[in-house]
């Protein structure tokens, strides 16, 4: 059983910066993709960023192109998404995912993960 705990999410100011961490325990390691997905009040959850197994290729939605990273470290079990130049809509609360469909170059959406995490709040003020 794969346990996922987000961590890191809190109260910024717009421009501000977060790094959220991701940390995996259970039976499988962190060799799957991941993932790092938001649910904003009213909406639906939506994917934010993606890292195949090996770390080679991510994805990001158009909306934090250039201001997100997601990165992991397989030696601590743990994904991380570092998020520069935050707005106001980046309010959302966080979830990290496993087994995302991710392979290769192409990231299939709205698919099915194998976990989720329990989520961290994100709340950007003016």
């Known amino acids: 059983q794969v346990s996922l705990a987000e961590s890191g999410g809190g109260l910024v100011q717009d421009g501000g910066s977060l790094k959220l961490s991701c940390a995996v325990s259970?039976?499988?390691?962190?060799?799957?993709?991941m993932g790092w997905f938001r649910q904003a009040p009213g909406k639906e959850r939506e994917i934010v960023a993606a890292i195949t197994w090996s770390g080679e290729n991510t994805y990001y939605a158009d909306s934090v192109k250039g201001r997100f990273t997601i990165s992991r470290d397989d030696a601590k079990n743990a994904v991380y998404l570092h998020m520069n130049s935050l707005k106001l809509e980046d309010t959302a609360v966080y979830y990290c995912?496993?087994?995302?469909?991710?392979?290769?170059?192409?990231?299939?959406?709205?698919?099915?993960?194998?976990?989720w995490g329990q989520g961290t709040q994100v709340t950007v003020s003016s």
């Open positions: 259970g039976r499988t390691s962190t060799r799957v993709a």
């Open positions: 995912a496993s087994d995302v469909a991710y392979y290769g170059t192409t990231y299939y959406d709205k698919s099915p993960v194998g976990a």
